[in-house]
């Protein structure tokens, strides 16, 4: 079956897989990975860019002196100051202060840009808060909740970074109109095929305070260009 893209998934789907991803079992066969041993700079290294994206996406700031210290106390098998099993609990309180930092400044951010983006020419906002604009109208029909629908579409956040793309893929995303996130659900729900939208998707809409680790942070607006290519399986009257 056809996994959808990560970003229209809903949001239990995609944590899910994104835990998946991140365990340790497929790790040997990731494509593209070197037959041959690197060498023990290169390595190092590679643990260190590893170890270091994974905490840039906390959001949690960071001692350097501090982190090398511990580090190097375990590789050395010292007594560390802080026992392995207290450094779970205090690693996780520190990650949730700093993510819900992040949601609440996220979250007036939010507030601020759909008050001034509703005002726009063009702009529409739905009963739910969802706002959308009208770049081409298409002349087919609409799709409901139960039909399978295919799209190409490009999502950005309100900095403009770019966190997925179908034409970035060269591959239009296919997938149930009712199983994707409910602000996804909806704008296509108001589009015809052959229609292109730009739609603002609040937080409450897409992944919320919990956003999706790596990707998505806590609160965030979506930002989507759709075009709504066909209906692929139009539901049964």
Same mark, same amino acid.
């Given at each position: ?108 951010? /939010? !507030?601020?840009? %759909?008050?001034?983006? =509703?005002? #726009?020419?063009? @702009?529409?906002?739905? $009963? ?57 659900? /909806? !704008?296509?729900? %108001?589009?015809?095929? =052959?229609? #292109?939208?730009? @739609?603002?998707?609040? $937080? ?34």
């Amino acid at each position: 079956m056809k996994k959808f893209p990560l970003p229209l998934l809903a949001p239990g789907l995609a944590l899910g897989l994104l835990l998946a991803a991140c365990s340790g079992g497929g790790a040997a066969k990731t494509a593209g990975a070197p037959a041959a041993a690197s060498s023990k700079t290169d390595v190092s290294y590679a643990f260190g860019v590893a170890i270091g994206t994974s905490l840039a996406t906390t959001g949690v700031e960071i001692d350097n002196a501090a982190f090398m210290s511990g580090l190097k106390d375990v590789l050395a098998k010292k007594p560390t100051r802080i026992k392995a099993a207290d450094a779970q609990g205090i690693i996780q309180t520190a990650i949730g202060e700093a993510q819900a930092r992040i949601a609440d400044a996220n979250k007036a951010k /939010e !507030a601020e840009f %759909l008050a001034a983006n =509703g005002k #726009k020419d063009g @702009v529409k906002t739905t $009963a739910s808060g969802l706002q959308y604009q009208v770049i081409t109208e298409g002349t087919g029909p609409k799709p409901s909740a139960t039909d399978t629908v295919k799209v190409d579409y490009v999502g950005t956040l309100l900095d403009g970074s770019t966190f997925d793309s179908s034409i970035a893929r060269k591959e239009p995303a296919v997938f149930q109109v009712g199983q994707v996130i409910p602000g996804w659900a /909806e !704008a296509v729900q %108001l589009m015809t095929v =052959g229609s #292109k939208y730009k @739609v603002w998707i609040p $937080a409450g809409l897409a992944y919320g305070a919990q956003g999706i680790p790596g990707k998505i942070g806590p609160n965030s607006t979506l930002v989507f260009e759709v075009s709504l290519l066909s209906i692929e399986a139009p539901a049964k009257k």
